[in-house]
């Protein structure tokens, strides 16, 4: 491999690295983001301890600047008092100075060498003296000074250097023996006659008070600040965890009560332990577990008396309506022979007995539904046949209600395991349903096939659906629009009974519609029976389904009430 084909193999490396580790972190935050969305207890702890440690910082500020404001002002107030003295003993032992600046430097190192051999009782503690001659506007070189004149800072000295009865203290740190060492420096002028004359020699005096101690004092209260704020929140966070527990911990067995209630465990409730808040939530769900059960239980015996009712009655109309159908076959047959008025009448007897049949039919195929006996026998079938078969079936519907009928079918074969009865049925009411409120335009059936599932959509033109209308057209009997003229005379169960059929086989029946948009009904059915599919291979709302501004410009709008 060349150097460059390394260059580009570390770099796709590198890259592919770098993806991982994204990818990696993105799931690590996902999955933090999801522990944080669902758990209340984890919510309420974090909080309380950032709330917890913003007070706990504030009230170590507080408490850090107190005592270190406390201990400086004590050892300041100390120390003014002890240099206070110090002056004294310094004016008693330079009286008298000459103006030589021998003298004066001599004098200075007695006078320092003095004030460090005592002793005095005071809480300022050790001090270094430093005897300064140094006038405003004196030369460098003539100044005369007994200690570490050094440490002193400039801007002390230039305050001290004014004569002003004032005594002045400057925190400052110096470097001693490659260490740093911090004072509190406390400066004020020395005046002390003349030898020989009345006028008087400007010195200063400076204590310089090392604090070590008082450094060490904070240090310790820092420590022991922290320490204590650490333990602070440790405990509060246990007491957090605590208390959380004991009130989560009851709404989360409420919740799994819940949920085991709402996937048909009727009989679940929640332990009732105490006479606090939670036990008379638990009490109150108890009690509305009951009623819902309760209420369940009259739902079911109505529904299933409903169902044997209509069952019964379907079965037992069958022997009359069997009679009676024998009769008006035998007047239809004679119709020629009757007056014109008779002749119709027994046409409307017959067409009226075909559409009562079909309704005992419809009703005895949802009685069975709803009973649960029927079995699905289901084949390998190619839908694009199916498809076609319940086209022919309602094409005489279609041409008499002006409603072109387009398919939209696939080159290749959509196999899939069916009851091709029951999907023609289903297909076959989609078609009709689409001729009844397709307005005369045309119907379009589309079949497509996925990976795991296949689709057919039946698409008209017509008047649409209102908003919630796609989940009403499956309810028994619905219709927005009683008073609408029907071509296919239907009986109001079409739609529920292709529900029921495409259940049946694992799948979906899904609506779609806008008004003046029309509407599209999308069947879809796994490729094999009791296997769950991903996706429907054809979109629901159409890919052909206009934007709303377009509909409101079309030339031919629906009236709003001719709505199913």
């Given at each position: 491999?060349?150097?460059?084909?390394?260059?580009?193999?570390?770099?796709?490396?590198?890259?592919?690295?770098?993806?991982?580790?994204?990818?990696?972190?993105?799931?690590?935050?996902?999955?933090?983001?999801?522990?944080?969305?669902?758990?209340?207890?984890?919510?309420?702890?974090?909080?309380?301890?950032?709330?917890?440690?913003?007070?706990?910082?504030?009230?170590?500020?507080?408490?850090?600047?107190?005592?270190?404001?406390?201990?400086?002002?004590?050892?300041?107030?100390?120390?003014?008092?002890q240099t206070r003295a110090a002056v004294g003993i310094a004016e008693r032992e330079l009286g008298g100075i000459s103006g030589d600046s021998e003298?004066?430097?001599?004098?200075?190192?007695?006078?320092?060498?003095?004030?460090?051999?005592?002793?005095?009782?005071?809480?300022?503690?050790?001090?270094?003296?430093?005897?300064?001659?140094?006038?405003?506007?004196?030369?460098?070189?003539?100044?005369?000074?007994?200690?570490?004149?050094?440490?002193?800072?400039?801007?002390?000295?230039?305050?001290?250097?004014?004569?002003?009865?004032?005594?002045?203290?400057?925190?400052?740190?110096?470097?001693?023996?490659?260490?740093?060492?911090?004072?509190?420096?406390?400066?004020?002028?020395?005046?002390?006659?003349?030898?020989?004359?009345?006028?008087?020699?400007?010195?200063?005096?400076?204590?310089?008070?090392?604090?070590?101690?008082?450094?060490?004092?904070?240090?310790?209260?820092?420590?022991?600040?922290?320490?204590?704020?650490?333990?602070?929140?440790?405990?509060?966070?246990?007491?957090?965890?605590?208390?959380?527990?004991?009130?989560?911990?009851?709404?989360?067995?409420?919740?799994?009560?819940?949920?085991?209630?709402?996937d048909g465990e009727l009989d679940e409730r929640m332990v009732v332990a105490g006479e606090d808040d939670v036990a008379r939530l638990a009490q109150?769900?108890?009690?509305?577990?009951?009623?819902?059960?309760?209420?369940?239980?009259?739902?079911?015996?109505?529904?299933?008396?409903?169902?044997?009712?209509?069952?019964?009655?379907?079965?037992?109309?069958?022997?009359?309506?069997?009679?009676?159908?024998?009769?008006?076959?035998?007047?239809?047959?004679?119709?020629?022979?009757?007056?014109?008025?008779?002749?119709?009448?027994?046409?409307?007897?017959?067409?009226?007995?075909?559409?009562?049949?079909?309704?005992?039919?419809?009703?005895?195929?949802?009685?069975?539904?709803?009973?649960?006996?029927?079995?699905?026998?289901?084949?390998?079938?190619?839908?694009?046949?199916?498809?076609?078969?319940?086209?022919?079936?309602?094409?005489?519907?279609?041409?008499?209600?002006?409603?072109?009928?387009?398919?939209?079918?696939?080159?290749?074969?959509?196999?899939?395991?069916?009851?091709?009865?029951?999907?023609?049925?289903?297909?076959?009411?989609?078609?009709?349903?689409?001729?009844?409120?397709?307005?005369?335009?045309?119907?379009?059936?589309?079949?497509?096939?996925?990976?795991?599932?296949?689709?057919?959509?039946?698409?008209?033109?017509?008047?649409?659906?209102?908003?919630?209308?796609?989940?009403?057209?499956?309810?028994?009997?619905?219709?927005?629009?009683?008073?609408?003229?029907?071509?296919?005379?239907?009986?109001?169960?079409?739609?529920?009974?292709?529900?029921?059929?495409?259940?049946?086989?694992?799948?979906?029946?899904?609506?779609?519609?806008?008004?003046?948009?029309?509407?599209?009904?999308?069947?879809?059915?796994?490729?094999?029976?009791?296997?769950?599919?991903?996706?429907?291979?054809?979109?629901?709302?159409?890919?052909?389904?206009?934007?709303?501004?377009?509909?409101?410009?079309?030339?031919?709008?629906?009236?709003?009430?001719?709505?199913?």
């Amino acid at each position: 491999m060349t150097g460059a084909g390394r260059v580009r193999a570390a770099a796709t490396r590198l890259a592919t690295a770098v993806r991982r580790a994204a990818a990696a972190g993105r799931r690590r935050s996902a999955r933090y983001s999801e522990l944080w969305r669902r758990s209340l207890q984890l919510r309420v702890a974090v909080s309380t301890l950032a709330l917890g440690s913003a007070v706990v910082f504030v009230l170590g500020i507080v408490l850090q600047n107190q005592i270190t404001g406390q201990l400086l002002g004590t050892k300041e107030s100390a120390a003014v008092q002890q240099t206070r003295a110090a002056v004294g003993i310094a004016e008693r032992e330079l009286g008298g100075i000459s103006g030589d600046s021998e003298d004066i430097r001599n004098r200075l190192t007695s006078a320092r060498n003095r004030l460090i051999s005592l002793s005095p009782d005071n809480t300022a503690g050790a001090f270094e003296p430093v005897l300064v001659n140094d006038s405003a506007g004196m030369p460098p070189a003539e100044v005369s000074f007994a200690g570490d004149y050094a440490a002193v800072p400039r801007s002390l000295r230039e305050f001290v250097q004014r004569d002003t009865p004032t005594t002045v203290t400057q925190i400052h740190t110096v470097e001693r023996f490659g260490a740093p060492v911090t004072y509190l420096i406390v400066g004020t002028p020395v005046l002390v006659p003349n030898s020989g004359s009345q006028r008087q020699v400007g010195l200063q005096l400076y204590m310089l008070y090392p604090l070590t101690a008082e450094q060490k004092t904070i240090s310790t209260e820092q420590s022991t600040l922290v320490i204590g704020g650490l333990v602070l929140l440790l405990l509060l966070a246990g007491i957090t965890n605590l208390v959380t527990r004991q009130v989560v911990l009851p709404v989360r067995r409420a919740a799994r009560a819940a949920e085991r209630f709402a996937d048909g465990e009727l009989d679940e409730r929640m332990v009732v332990a105490g006479e606090d808040d939670v036990a008379r939530l638990a009490q109150s769900y108890n009690q509305m577990a009951e009623s819902i059960q309760r209420q369940i239980h009259q739902l079911e015996e109505f529904g299933t008396l409903q169902r044997r009712f209509t069952s019964d009655v379907s079965h037992e109309l069958r022997t009359p309506l069997t009679t009676v159908r024998m009769a008006a076959d035998v007047l239809h047959a004679s119709r020629a022979q009757f007056p014109a008025g008779l002749s119709r009448s027994t046409e409307l007897l017959v067409d009226e007995l075909d559409r009562f049949e079909s309704l005992l039919g419809d009703l005895l195929e949802i009685s069975r539904l709803d009973a649960g006996v029927e079995e699905l026998v289901a084949e390998h079938a190619d839908l694009r046949a199916i498809a076609k078969r319940a086209v022919d079936s309602v094409r005489v519907i279609a041409h008499n209600a002006g409603s072109e009928l387009v398919l939209h079918l696939p080159e290749h074969e959509v196999t899939a395991e069916v009851e091709s009865r029951r999907v023609e049925r289903i297909i076959r009411n989609l078609l009709a349903n689409a001729v009844d409120h397709g307005e005369g335009r045309p119907v379009e059936l589309r079949v497509a096939a996925g990976p795991d599932a296949v689709a057919v959509t039946v698409r008209d033109h017509g008047v649409g659906l209102r908003a919630g209308e796609d989940e009403l057209v499956f309810n028994r009997f619905w219709r927005a629009d009683p008073s609408r003229n029907r071509h296919t005379g239907g009986t109001g169960l079409g739609l529920a009974i292709s529900l029921e059929d495409a259940r049946l086989h694992g799948g979906g029946l899904d609506a779609w519609g806008e008004p003046g948009l029309g509407s599209c009904f999308r069947l879809t059915l796994p490729r094999a029976t009791g296997e769950p599919y991903t996706a429907s291979p054809l979109p629901l709302p159409p890919d052909d389904a206009a934007p709303a501004a377009e509909a409101e410009a079309r030339p031919d709008p629906v009236p709003e009430e001719a709505h199913r």
